[in-house]
Structures are given as structure tokens and as C-alpha cells.
């Protein structure tokens, strides 16, 4: 185990510093002008040059790559070019809200997923497999904003029993887990349905029949921890996603999470706060994946982590 997560951690920064390399690179080329959004519109050319001198954007790329990453090394993530504060602290104060919303929207996305993947792969072939996998791919194709303005409509308007968006309160949590969760729950659902067919086919599912096994037996203890393995590892990837890319949900609800600040960030080419959201994201995948594979040998031994 200690070799295993110390080769696991050495992957680790180098996919971060793969990650912060291309990221970097891909800013420096874009074609806006960090300099012209901070002096702003009406700023003259001599204005503009003595701002970019101030944030050091009249180096060559390597030294500002190099300078970052020096920085980085010590946890200075920089300061914001617009709102002239700590990217740790912008990011510190909307961590909460989207690990909050990453929690209940996984829980929902498991809830949703893994039951209705379970029913179709045991009623395979049938009306219910047909229509459940229908459903999953009405959740798949449909925009979030839909979900939600719909969520919003009929729980909160109609039926009036949420509030129409806000953060602080459990109620305020509900319609925008629910609607991540049916989002990603369709693929759940399918991912599920798949694996539960492939465990069906398995001799050790024969033999607890041949043995008279109870079915509901047969079904938690043989088939659910076998089949739930492929969606142990979407969930490490759903971390990262989490952590700033959605936007649509955030800005439905009024959910002060990561993703507004990187939308604002993205409009003002705010290079540092690109840069932490983004290697926070990194972060989240590469540490979700992580706890995947350790998680992974726990349900079922004959995993083994080599």
C-alpha cells in the first residue's frame, strides 16, 4: 500500500503540472488582452502597457509559467487581475457551497442511477428495461437549464414547497442536487444496467441459484456490490466536474458555488483565477480517482492494488 499511493501521488503532480502547463499555454494564446479588461475600455495604450507591466504579462511566457509555478509551490495561487484578492481565498469562500452541492447531487445521482440500472438489468428485454432506459435517456439528453427551470416550476412555484433559489437551508439544497442527479443519474441508469447484465452471466450467479439462495439475497449480496464497481469510478471523475463546471445550475438556483466565479473569471480572462479553478478541479479528479481504486478492493478482494 505505501508504494502503491507513493507511485499514485508521483502521477498525481505530474498530471497537475501537465495540467497547469497546457492551461497556461492555452491562455497566453488567447487573442483578448488581460491587460485592456483591467485598464478597461477608455484606457489609453500607455495605460494599458504600464498594466501589463504590473502584472508581469510583458515577460516572456516561460518566466510567468515559471514565477507562477514557484508561487504555486508555496500555495499562492496569485491575486485575481479584477477584484484584487487571494485566488485562495475567492476560492476558499465558494469551496463550501460547491462541495455542499457535490454531495447532495452525488447522493442523488447514486440514488437515481444505481436503482433504476438495477430494475432494468434484472427485467432485461422487458417493457419496464425498455421504458426505464428511455427515461435515462430523456435525463441524458436533456439541457440542465430545462431541468431546472422545470424543477423550479413545478416544486417551488406550483406546488410551492422550495423556495425559489438561495443557499443556507436544506430546502435550498434539494432542486439543484435533484437536478445534477437526474442529469447524471440517466448514465448511471445505463452504466448500472450494463454491468448487472454482464454479473448475471457470471457462474458464481448459477451457483447461488443452483443453492436456493433467496433472490433479494442474490441480489445485494452477489450482484449490487459486482455491478457498482464501473460507477465507483464515474463518481471520481463527478468530483472534479462538480468543482466548477456547472455553471447553469449554479446561476438557476442562486448557488454561490465555484462555477459562477469561474464564469466571471472566463468573461474578464481573470488568468489567476482560471488557473486555481482549474487546477482545483485537477485536484478533485485525480483525488476522487484515487479514493476509487482504494475503495474498489474493499467491495470486492479480488481486486488487488499493484
Known amino acids: 500500500m505505501p508504494a502503491y ?35 478597461g475600455r477608455s484606457a489609453g495604450k500607455e495605460q494599458v502597457e504600464m498594466v501589463r507591466m504590473q502584472l508581469g504579462l510583458d515577460r516572456p511566457i516561460w518566466e ?27 476560492l476558499g469562500a465558494r469551496l463550501p457551497a460547491s462541495l455542499l452541492l457535490m454531495v447532495g447531487a452525488i447522493f442523488c445521482e447514486l440514488v437515481i442511477g444505481v436503482t433504476l440500472g438495477m430494475i432494468a438489468g434484472l427485467r432485461r428485454g422487458t417493457a419496464v428495461d425498455q421504458t426505464l432506459m428511455v427515461v435515462a435517456l430523456v435525463f441524458i439528453s436533456t439541457p440542465q437549464f430545462v431541468i431546472a427551470l422545470s424543477l423550479l416550476y413545478v416544486f417551488a412555484y406550483w406546488l410551492g414547497w422550495f423556495s425559489i433559489g438561495g443557499y443556507g437551508e436544506f430546502q435550498h439544497l434539494v432542486l439543484p442536487s435533484l437536478t445534477l442527479g437526474l442529469l447524471g443519474g440517466g448514465w448511471y441508469a445505463r452504466v448500472t444496467r450494463s454491468s448487472v447484465i454482464e454479473v448475471l ?43 466548477g463546471s456547472i455553471v447553469v445550475v449554479e446561476s438557476v438556483f442562486g448557488w454561490p458555488g465555484i462555477g459562477q466565479l469561474t464564469w466571471q473569471a472566463i468573461q474578464q480572462i481573470d488568468i489567476p483565477i482560471i488557473m486555481g479553478v482549474t487546477l482545483l478541479s485537477a485536484c478533485a479528479i485525480v483525488l476522487g480517482n484515487l479514493l476509487a481504486d482504494l475503495v474498489a478492493p474493499l467491495i470486492d478482494p479480488r481486486i488487488k492494488l499493484r
Open 64 to 90: 510567468q509559467f515559471g514565477s507562477y509555478m514557484w508561487k504555486l509551490l508555496q500555495g499562492d495561487l496569485g491575486r485575481s487581475y479584477l477584484q484584487r484578492v487571494q485566488v485562495t481565498e475567492l
Open 5 to 39: 499511493l507513493a507511485r499514485r501521488l508521483v502521477q498525481a503532480a505530474l498530471i497537475l503540472l501537465g495540467v497547469a502547463a497546457i492551461t497556461y499555454l492555452l491562455l497566453y494564446m488567447l487573442p483578448a488582452d488581460p491587460a485592456r479588461m483591467v485598464a
Open 201 to 243: 452471466r457470471q457462474d458464481f450467479i448459477r451457483t447461488a441459484r443452483a443453492k436456493g439462495l433467496d433472490r433479494w439475497r442474490i441480489v445485494l449480496v452477489h450482484i449490487l456490490p459486482n455491478a457498482v464497481l464501473p460507477i465507483i469510478a464515474m463518481v471520481g471523475i463527478d468530483i472534479g466536474y462538480f468543482m
